[in-house]
C-alpha cells in the first residue's frame, strides 16, 4: 500500500470508509454512550468494523476519535484519557488495517462556541486539539483527518494545532446545509480558500447533506483552489422512524455519486452518517471502472465564486483581506450617530432607563400606554423585557418595534440568548435593524423556569459575549460568514454586569470581554448595597464604558425574599431584608415606602459614579417606578448631571 503522501500525490482515486457510529449503534451500542471510549472498553467491537471496511476496499480507515476530544470527553468524565483514548483507537485501526490500509485520525469540532462567538479563545481550543492530535500520532496515524467543520476560524485552530505537532498530510473537510454554505453562513468557496491558505494538504465536504449537494459543493470549490479534494457524504438525509435515524440512499445511489465526483475532479471518496461497507464496497467497484483515475479534469481555478451565487458585494470600505470576520469590514458608524440613546451615552448625559414587561396576550395597548407615562414622565429609556422566566410574553422585538412611534423616549430592547440559535439570532437583528430598532440590551438568559408548559428547555447556542460580537460585526457590514451587510446595522449595544455575582473574579473578566467585543454601554443587575457596586466602578476603569445602575424599589417582604433567594446575580444584604420585615409588621404602605427609602440612600451615594440608572419594579408597578424615576432626575440635577 502507497504511503499517504504519495497517494495524494499520485492524481489517482482513492477510497475512503464510512460510518463508524451508524454500524455501532446497529450493534447494540446505545446513544448515551462515548463511542469514542469504546476503543479501550471494546475494542474487539471497533476493531471488527475497521476490517470489514478493509475488506470492503477501502484505502484509508478514519480513528474512532470524531468526538474524543477534551471538551466532548469532558461530558463523560473522561478528559484526562484524551490521549489515551486517542493512542488506543489509533492503534486499533493500523491493526485492522495491515498492509492494506492507511489510517487517519479523526478529529472533530470541540462542539462548544470559540471566540469571537463563545467564551472559548483560540488559544485553549488549540490546546484541545493538540491534545488530541498527540494521542493519534503516538498511536500511529499516517495522516489527520479534521471533518464536519462548520466554523471556519475553528477549523484554523485544529490545522494549527495538528501543524504544531507533526507535519503528516491533513485532510480538512467543512460541513454544508442544503444552501451550499456553512450554518455560519460562510459559502464553500470562501472555505476552500481559507483552508487552501493555512495548508490543508487535501479540503473537502462532508456530513450534513447527501451525495447530490456535496456533488455541487466540489464542483464549486474545485474552481476556487488546485489542491486534492475529498467528499464524504451522508447516505441521504435522515428519515425519523420511531426514535431511531434511517438514511435511506441505497449502495448503488451512493455508487453512482462517487463516479460523477470521481469524474469532477474529486480524488477521495467515502461516506460519512448512514454509510456501511456495503455502501463502500459499492464505491469501491464503481471506482475501479473509471481505471483508478479522475476521467474528466478539473476545470480551471477561477478567482471568482462560483457561478450559481451572486457575487459578493462589498460595502465601501470593506476589507476582503481575511476570509471571516476577524479583521474585516469598515468602521462602525460613531456612537452618537446610531441612535439618540447613544449621542447621549456619547455626550456624557445622564439617562434615565424603566423597565417594562411585555402583555402575556397579543392585545398591545397596556404596553403602549405604559411607555407613554413614562416617557410624559421625563424617562430617557423605555427598556423592554424579554422572555420572562417562566410564562410565554409578546416577543419583546415585536413589542419594541410598536413603541417605536410617538414617543420622546428611546426604546431598549432586551435580547436574551436563551432559547435561540445564531442563525435565529442574526435573522432577528436584521428584522430589527429594517424596523427601526437601534438600542439593544444583550443577556445570555437565566435558566428557565417550568411555567405552564410541561418539560421546558432551554437552549443556549451562543452567549452575550459572543452575540455582542455578532453586532459589533454587523455595525461593521459583515456578517459571521464574512458577508456584506448592505448597509451596516446601526446599533447601540448594552450588557448585563452583575455586582453581586458568586465569582466576581469571572464576572470581571466576562464584562471585559463583553467591553472587547464591542459592547456600548453596561447596565447592572439591581443594586440593594452601594458597596457592592463603587469596587466594580475602580475595577472597570481601565476598560470603562458608560454604567448604568440597576435599581428595584422593593414593594414588601416577599419581593426582598423573592429576589434575595430565586434570582440569579442579585444579593440582597440581610440588613435590607430586616428593615423591610419590620416595615412589613408597621402595616400599610410602609413597606413599599421603606423600599422607597431604600433607593433613595443607594442613590446618594452611587449617583456621582453612574451615567444612568435603569428602574425595574416587581410585576410591572409603573407607579413605584416613576416615582423612583423622577427623583432619579431630580438629584442628577442637583448634581448637573441632568440632558
Not at 106 to 113: C, D, E, S, V
Not at 426 to 444: C, H, P, T, Y
Amino acid at each position: 500500500m502507497k504511503e499517504l503522501k504519495a497517494m495524494i500525490e499520485d492524481g489517482e482515486a482513492h477510497v475512503l470508509d464510512g460510518a463508524m457510529g451508524t454500524l455501532l449503534y446497529d450493534r447494540g451500542v446505545f446513544v448515551n454512550v462515548c463511542y469514542d471510549e469504546l476503543s479501550l472498553t471494546r475494542p474487539g467491537l471497533v476493531e471488527e468494523i475497521h476490517r470489514e471496511y478493509v475488506a470492503a476496499g477501502a484505502e484509508i480507515l478514519e480513528t474512532n476519535t470524531f468526538g474524543a476530544n477534551p471538551v466532548k470527553l469532558s461530558g463523560f468524565g473522561l478528559e484526562e484519557k484524551t490521549e489515551e483514548i486517542n493512542r488506543a483507537a489509533a492503534e486499533l485501526a493500523r491493526r485492522a488495517a495491515g498492509s492494506r490500509a492507511r489510517v487517519v485520525g479523526a478529529i472533530g469540532p470541540l462542539g462548544i462556541r470559540i471566540e469571537p462567538w463563545g467564551p472559548t479563545s483560540e488559544d485553549e481550543a488549540g490546546g484541545y486539539f493538540r491534545r488530541q492530535a498527540a494521542g493519534l500520532l503516538t498511536g500511529g496515524v499516517d495522516g489527520f483527518l479534521l471533518e464536519t467543520f462548520s466554523d471556519v476560524n475553528e477549523m484554523r485552530q485544529a490545522i494549527g494545532a495538528v501543524r504544531s505537532v507533526s507535519d503528516r498530510p491533513i485532510f480538512a473537510q467543512i460541513t454544508i446545509d442544503e444552501g451550499g454554505a456553512t450554518s455560519y453562513g460562510t459559502d464553500v468557496e470562501d472555505a476552500a480558500r481559507s483552508l487552501d491558505e493555512w495548508g490543508a494538504d487535501v479540503i473537502g465536504v462532508n456530513c450534513s447533506v447527501g451525495p447530490a449537494e456535496i456533488l455541487d459543493a466540489m464542483e464549486r470549490i474545485g474552481r476556487v483552489t488546485e489542491r486534492p479534494l475529498i467528499a464524504q457524504p451522508n447516505a441521504g438525509l435522515p428519515r425519523l422512524v420511531g426514535d431511531r435515524k434511517i438514511y435511506l440512499a441505497s449502495p448503488g445511489y451512493m455508487a453512482r455519486y462517487a463516479v460523477r465526483m470521481v469524474e469532477a475532479g474529486v480524488r477521495f471518496v467515502g461516506g460519512c452518517c448512514g454509510t456501511t461497507p456495503q455502501h463502500v464496497r459499492e464505491i469501491r467497484t464503481a471506482v475501479d471502472g473509471l481505471g483508478g483515475r479522475a476521467t474528466v479534469s478539473r476545470v480551471a481555478v477561477q478567482t471568482e465564486r462560483g457561478s450559481q451565487r451572486r457575487p459578493f458585494e462589498a460595502p465601501p470600505g470593506f476589507d476582503d483581506r481575511s476570509s471571516g470576520p476577524s479583521g474585516s469590514g469598515r468602521e462602525a458608524a460613531p456612537l452618537s450617530d446610531r441612535s439618540g440613546l447613544g449621542r447621549r451615552l456619547a455626550a456624557g448625559e445622564f439617562v434615565v432607563s424603566v423597565e417594562l414587561l411585555p402583555p402575556r396576550g397579543w392585545d398591545p395597548s397596556g404596553l403602549v400606554s405604559e411607555a407613554s407615562r413614562a416617557s410624559e414622565a421625563g424617562v430617557d429609556i423605555v427598556s423592554v423585557v424579554d422572555s420572562a422566566r417562566g410564562p410565554a410574553r409578546m416577543g419583546a422585538m415585536a413589542a419594541s418595534t410598536l413603541l417605536l412611534q410617538g414617543l420622546d423616549a428611546e426604546v431598549l430592547v432586551q435580547y436574551t440568548c436563551r432559547d435561540r440559535t445564531m442563525a435565529r439570532m442574526i435573522s432577528d437583528l436584521l428584522g430589527a435593524a429594517a424596523s427601526g430598532i437601534r438600542n439593544v440590551l444583550v443577556v445570555s438568559g437565566d435558566p428557565i423556569l417550568t411555567g405552564p408548559y410541561p418539560d421546558p428547555t432551554a437552549l443556549f447556542d451562543i452567549d452575550s459575549i459572543g452575540l455582542t460580537n455578532v453586532i459589533h460585526y454587523l455595525n461593521r457590514g459583515v456578517d459571521p460568514g464574512g458577508h456584506a451587510v448592505v448597509p451596516p446595522t446601526r446599533f447601540v449595544v448594552g450588557v448585563a454586569l452583575h455586582p453581586g455575582a458568586a465569582d466576581m473574579e469571572r464576572e470581571l473578566s466576562r464584562y471585559r470581554w463583553k467591553v472587547e467585543a464591542g459592547a456600548d454601554f453596561a447596565i447592572t443587575q439591581p443594586i440593594f448595597d452601594p458597596s457592592d457596586l463603587l469596587p466594580l466602578v475602580d475595577a472597570t476603569a481601565a476598560r470603562a464604558v458608560p454604567l448604568i445602575a440597576g435599581l428595584w424599589p422593593l414593594a414588601s417582604l416577599r419581593n426582598a425574599e423573592y429576589l434575595a433567594q430565586e434570582v440569579p446575580g442579585v444579593r440582597v444584604p440581610a440588613e435590607v431584608l430586616t428593615r423591610m420585615e419590620r416595615a412589613e409588621e408597621r402595616g400599610g404602605d410602609a413597606a413599599a415606602e421603606e423600599g422607597v427609602k431604600i433607593v433613595e440612600e443607594i442613590l446618594d451615594r452611587i449617583l456621582p459614579h453612574v451615567q444612568g440608572v435603569h428602574v425595574s419594579g416587581h410585576g410591572g408597578d409603573l407607579e413605584l417606578q416613576l416615582r423612583i424615576a423622577r427623583e432619579v432626575r431630580a438629584r442628577s440635577r442637583e448634581l448637573g448631571r441632568a440632558r
